[in-house]
């Protein structure tokens, strides 16, 4: 899961990416609008924390210009300013949800597991697959009831494929939702992870899709 | 509670009643001047008409007697008959002797004296019988006969007495009626006052909309402008007020929030490396906290002053000397350089105000310049101004931002989070203490200045 984190305030910015992080998405972190612009242009992101006070180009601006072009990723605000004016501005502009600061890191997650969710199509808060089941919030995995130990890539991957059932993911895709700008992705990393993910969940339950990608197996 | 019991003089100092207090002396006085006037005036004409009555009534007799002594016997009696007929209010008995010049008596009426009266010719008043008498003594032309006609003045009085009083008594009696009317028009005249009060009392603190003008009478207009005046300062510093309220509430909403989730971050940390980088920004993000606060404290200090209160002569080179000092050791990888005037620069102001403004100034040059820029400290006569400043060889600032800098809580594009964005609002507020011009540019060579200039004295 890969994140977008508008924030002009290093100190602040440097914050929200730990704690993101530490909810292992990997973290893309601009200080101005428009290189939130073109970073929104050249990646897939599968949220965006906005800060509306930005250099360069406000964070309204570039809200309207995402929708304009048709972009439904899914925008959380994040902003000192708190008057019901500036949230219903903000949310006018497209945004799907509106945190003012200072604000709890918790609910911070857990509002973007919830924007993630629904952008996924998926109301409820767990993510199953042939007796595989998924806990965005308290990061549980468990296999027909007994609990699977994952690594936080292995997590990352597994939820990644999880919530988009029924597609195939190219190997590029599941680079650029595990990894942020500067981590390090060694050439056959996510084959590695596939490969841990298969012997904790089962041979059949990430299936290989050759030239193509990666599947969830079919169940039973 | 002050204001809900009366104040001991609230009456004497009551519009309402000290006017009608004067009105009413005023007509009191005047009515009571009428009255004596009239009372006297009345007296007076009734004695008048009464003395007239004498005359008529004596040469009517003088008429009847000369010449002809004959009917006389006769005469007396019949003018006691016609006297017991119904008799007019005012006409008071009148007595009288018809006499010759010897002194003999001829007629008199049935009170007169049997001896003739001793008065003088023309008007007199005698006593006789122990009563006064007002006596009229006429002779006739031939020096034959004479004429005494007289009235009891106790009567005489009575009658002037009641004339008099019955021209007074309609004013007595009017007089009341005529002072509650008076009243009731003071407070009639008044009530406008009244209904302005009761507005400015029934209005609620929040309410600061200015009060009807045309409502007001003509001479309470001057008191309502005046008020309007008030109401409107109230409303800009009260609306100044909250408008900073909520900016510096805005401003520390960023360095809490770093310092909240920072210290999230270093609870959830498994890494000492991560928690301690955590730490670490948590103790930045209260340094700015603070560092906003103290700022602002600063500018909350700063807004009310109408001038400074204490100026005292101060010499800006020895103060930029000072200033430079000081950021010599804070920033000692900075190249810094003095530009002062060998003389004196000597101004009227507070040395402490002036000095947070350099600081502030310094401190703008040194965060938003790369570090190899040079920053050199003005102290020196520009153009034969006094310039207290900053001015850099950096990037200066795009134009469009120049009007914004010295707006409270706004950061440039090039903005760094240490910043407080008041810096520059804190200068120019100590400038306008100073009665210098706060001066922000872009110089043609490059390079930005940022300086506080006193304008040329005009020539002594």
């Given at each position: 899961m890969r994140i977008l984190l508008v924030e002009d305030d290093p100190l602040l910015g440097d914050g929200i990416r730990a704690g993101l992080k530490l909810a292992d998405y990997a973290v893309d972190w601009v200080c101005d609008g428009e290189a939130a612009r073109l970073a929104l242009l050249d990646h897939a992101y599968q949220a965006c924390v906005l800060?509306?006070?930005?250099?360069?180009?406000d964070g309204l601006w570039l809200l309207k210009d995402l929708r304009e072009r048709g972009n439904q990723l899914p925008v959380l605000i994040l902003t000192a300013r708190d008057s019901s004016a500036d949230k219903i501005a903000g949310l006018d502009a497209g945004a799907d949800d509106y945190l003012t600061k200072p604000f709890d890191l918790f609910e911070l997650q857990a509002r973007l597991r919830a924007l993630i969710r629904r952008a996924g199509g998926?109301?409820?808060?767990r993510l199953e697959h042939a007796g595989v089941v998924l806990e965005p919030a308290s990061k549980r995995v468990s296999r027909d009831g007994q609990p699977v130990t994952l690594s936080a890539r292995e997590f990352a991957l597994l939820r990644d494929l999880l919530s988009h059932k029924n597609h195939i993911r190219t190997r590029a895709q599941l680079e650029e939702s595990l990894y942020a700008w500067g981590e390090e992705t060694g050439s056959n990393t996510v084959e590695v992870y596939i490969h841990h993910l298969r012997k904790k969940l089962g041979a059949q339950f990430i299936r290989t899709v050759r030239g193509l990608g990666y599947r969830l197996g079919d169940p039973g | 509670m002050p204001g809900t019991e009366p104040e001991p003089h609230a009456h004497s100092q009551s519009l309402r009643w000290r006017l009608l207090r004067a009105v009413f002396a005023t007509a009191l006085l005047v009515w009571g001047l009428n009255a004596v006037l009239s009372y006297t005036q009345a007296r007076h004409e009734a004695e008048e008409l009464m003395d007239g009555h004498l005359a008529q009534a004596a040469r009517l007799l003088l008429a009847l007697v000369r010449d002809n002594e004959s009917h006389l016997e006769d005469l007396a009696t019949r003018l006691a008959s016609v006297r017991s007929q119904e008799k007019h209010r005012y006409e008071s008995p009148l007595e009288f002797q018809v006499g010759r010049a010897d002194g003999s008596l001829l007629l008199r009426s049935?009170?007169?004296?049997a001896k003739s009266l001793a008065a003088a010719p023309g008007y007199d008043d005698v006593s006789h019988a122990g009563h006064p008498w007002r006596v009229l003594t006429i002779a006739s032309t031939s020096g034959d006969y004479r004429v005494q006609v007289a009235q009891s003045i106790d009567l005489r009085d009575r009658t002037a007495l009641e004339v008099a009083r019955r021209t007074v008594l309609p004013i007595a009696l009017i007089s009341p009626a005529l002072l509650l009317l008076l009243y009731y028009s003071v407070r009639r005249a008044l009530k406008p006052l009244d209904e302005l009060a009761a507005d400015v009392a029934s209005r609620?603190?929040?309410?600061?909309r200015p009060l009807a003008q045309n409502a007001a009478p003509l001479e309470a207009r001057p008191l309502v402008s005046a008020l309007n005046r008030l109401f409107g300062r109230l409303d800009d510093t009260l609306s100044n007020e909250r408008r900073f309220t909520a900016d510096a509430a805005h401003e520390l909403r960023t360095p809490l929030a770093v310092v909240r989730i920072q210290a999230q971050v270093a609870q959830l940390s498994r890494n000492a490396d991560d928690r301690q980088h955590a730490l670490q920004q948590i103790l930045l993000g209260a340094d700015r906290a603070t560092r906003v606060l103290e700022q602002l404290l600063r500018l909350a200090r700063l807004?009310?002053?109408?001038?400074?209160?204490h100026p005292a002569e101060v010499d800006l080179a020895e103060l930029a000397e000072r200033v430079l000092s000081d950021a010599r050791l804070a920033a000692a990888d900075r190249c810094i350089v003095l530009e002062r005037s060998d003389d004196r620069l000597l101004i009227s102001g507070d040395a402490e105000l002036l000095a947070i403004a350099l600081r502030n100034l310094l401190d703008n040059a040194l965060r938003y310049t790369p570090p190899a820029t040079t920053i050199r400290i003005i102290a020196a006569r520009q153009d034969g101004e006094m310039t207290l400043g900053v001015i850099d060889d950096?990037?200066?600032?795009p134009p469009t931002e120049l009007p914004r800098l010295v707006e409270r809580f706004y950061r440039g594009s090039a903005a760094r989070a240490e910043g407080s964005g008041l810096g520059l609002a804190i200068a120019q507020r100590v400038a306008e203490l100073h009665a210098a011009r706060f001066e922000l540019e872009n110089l043609p060579g490059g390079g930005f200045a940022a300086r506080l200039r006193w304008p040329r004295p005009p020539a002594a």
């Open positions: 800060d509306l006070g930005l250099p360069k180009r998926n109301a409820t808060p | 049935a009170h007169a004296p609620s603190p929040e309410n600061l807004d009310p002053l109408a001038g400074l209160p950096g990037p200066g600032v």
